[in-house]
């Protein structure tokens, strides 16, 4: 079992940014050998959507988020980020970190990750 712990959340006016982090504190190895990580949201009433995904070190991305948000991957500091530049009311949603050991073809399907934190609010005002 691997517990990960988004922070970084907030509220912000739209146009402004966020960094969203996730870490794996009570883990030995830390993030090291989730090589498959990434960001979903979900917002009330909503499925949960994939935003970003690092798979071992190649990125993709939702089309409404692309040219904006930026997924990285951290191992010297055991950590995953989320940049999220030029935020928009559409952006606001509980932003959640998933992580799998294992490959897929599919890194923006949340059934295929194994572990999850408990999310981190992110709230864009007009």
């Known amino acids: 079992q691997v517990d990960l712990v988004e922070s970084g959340g907030g509220s912000v006016q739209a146009g402004g940014s966020l960094r969203l982090s996730c870490t794996a504190p009570?883990?030995?190895?830390?993030?090291?050998?989730?090589?498959?990580m990434a960001w979903f949201r979900q917002s009330p009433g909503k499925e949960r959507e994939g935003v970003a995904a690092?798979?071992?070190?190649?990125?993709t991305y939702a089309d409404s988020v692309k040219g904006r948000f930026t997924i990285s991957k951290d191992n010297s500091k055991n950590t995953l980020y989320l940049q999220m530049n030029n935020l928009k009311p559409e952006d606001t949603a509980t932003y959640y970190c998933?992580?799998?050991?294992?490959?897929?073809?599919?890194?923006?399907?949340?059934?295929?990750?194994?572990?999850w934190g408990q999310g981190t609010q992110v709230t864009v005002s007009v």
């Open positions: 009570g883990n030995t190895d830390g993030l090291a050998y989730l090589y498959y």
């Open positions: 998933a992580a799998d050991p294992a490959a897929d073809n599919d890194p923006l399907n949340a059934g295929r990750y194994t572990y």
């Open positions: 690092d798979e071992d070190g190649s990125a």
